[in-house]
């Protein structure tokens, strides 16, 4: 694949404030703490795979990771359990929202790690005796993940866990199959302490850029999970990243990456770059509207497009 030279010496700002003017979607009211975000933000980074950082206006604003976090739990559930995570939960995308209390017909089992039901599965079974044990696995793994330390916001943890119905739900119905094999409160306070770990958008771009670079993190050189295991989530994240509008977004921006309710989206284009975007206001998919224009502004610019043969 041709990738441009210039990725070192893009114009982030000039790229949001391109992004600016559009004023579509909604902000989420899934819990108090997102409801009050201010729709006007809009920030942006890339890393380049050699360590180079690049940042925008308000990059640096701090937000729950919300369902941005799905891919990386993913990841330590891959490498904790030496891939075998991978007989828990499926891999297909499932064309329906990323809450429906659905489980795979035969199986029981969650249809992908991208969604709610997946995501409690995978974060149940990273190490750790015990719920507290497995979120201090997931806070440290996110943290190495971004090169540097990142914590939980308690009030965001709560909320997600007292109006998670849907998600106890599935936790539930999911321990009535057998496959989810810690108790449904259990699997709630591990995922909802995850979603509520706190980033901008400069931690998640390097975030992005570690699984794009095969596992190690280009800002630290730490080896964080093994290039097998970097390549199984990126794969993910290609066909059910973005939950219903997976193909849509395959094809318009050609990148891998997850969306967030909190209005984040993380991208990895493997060998070349990790990016993030955070613009509050969802579309009906629940990604972000400016984020998604920003996206496939951002690989068109620099040549990212996974299928894009052109000379």
């Given at each position: 694949m041709n990738r441009a030279p210039d990725a070192r010496s893009y114009d982030l700002d000039a790229l949001r404030e391109q992004m600016l003017p559009h004023r579509g979607g909604a902000v989420t009211e899934s819990i108090p703490q997102l409801a009050e975000a201010d729709p006007g933000l809009c920030g942006a980074a890339l890393v380049t795979l050699d360590g180079d950082l690049r940042s925008s206006a308000q990059s640096d604003v701090v937000f729950s990771i919300q369902s941005a976090v799905k891919p990386f739990v993913f990841a330590l559930a891959l490498h904790d359990t030496n891939r075998?995570?991978?007989?828990?939960?499926?891999?297909?995308?499932t064309g329906e929202a990323f809450d429906a209390i659905k489980l795979?017909?035969?199986?029981?089992?969650?249809?992908?790690?991208?969604?709610?039901?997946?995501?409690?599965?995978?974060?149940?079974?990273?190490?750790?005796?015990?719920?507290a044990a497995r979120a201090e696995r997931i806070a440290a793994g996110l943290s190495a993940f971004a090169g540097r330390s990142l914590r939980v916001d308690e009030e965001i943890a709560e909320a997600e866990q007292r109006l998670g119905d849907r998600n106890l739900a599935?936790?539930?119905?999911?321990?009535?199959?057998?496959?989810?094999?810690?108790?449904?409160d259990d699997a709630?306070?591990?995922?909802?302490?995850?979603?509520?770990?706190?980033?901008?958008?400069?931690?998640?771009?390097?975030?992005?850029?570690?699984?794009?670079?095969?596992?190690?993190?280009?800002?630290?050189?730490?080896?964080?999970?093994?290039?097998?295991?970097?390549?199984?989530?990126?794969?993910?994240?290609?066909?059910?990243?973005?939950?219903d509008g997976s193909g849509r977004w395959m094809r318009e921006v050609g990148v891998p990456a997850k969306s967030s309710v909190s209005g984040a989206i993380v991208l990895s284009a493997p060998g070349a770059l990790g990016a993030a975007v955070f613009s509050p206001p969802l579309?009906?998919?629940?990604?972000?509207?400016?984020?998604h224009l920003a996206s496939a502004r951002l690989s068109d610019d620099l040549r990212l497009h996974t299928f894009d043969v052109s000379p």
């Open positions: 075998a995570a991978l007989e828990r939960v499926g891999i297909e995308p795979e017909s035969g199986t029981g089992r969650p249809p992908n790690p991208m969604v709610n039901a997946g995501a409690l599965l995978t974060s149940s079974i990273v190490d750790g005796d015990g719920a599935l936790a539930h119905l999911m321990r009535s199959e057998g496959t989810l094999r810690v108790e449904a709630i306070t591990v995922y909802a302490r995850a979603c509520a770990t706190l980033v901008d958008a400069e931690a998640l771009a390097v975030m992005g850029a570690t699984l794009a670079a095969g596992g190690v993190n280009p800002c630290t050189g730490e080896r964080v999970i093994s290039r097998e295991v970097a390549r199984d989530v990126i794969s993910v994240m290609a066909t059910c990243g973005v939950y579309d009906e998919q629940g990604t972000s509207v400016r984020g």
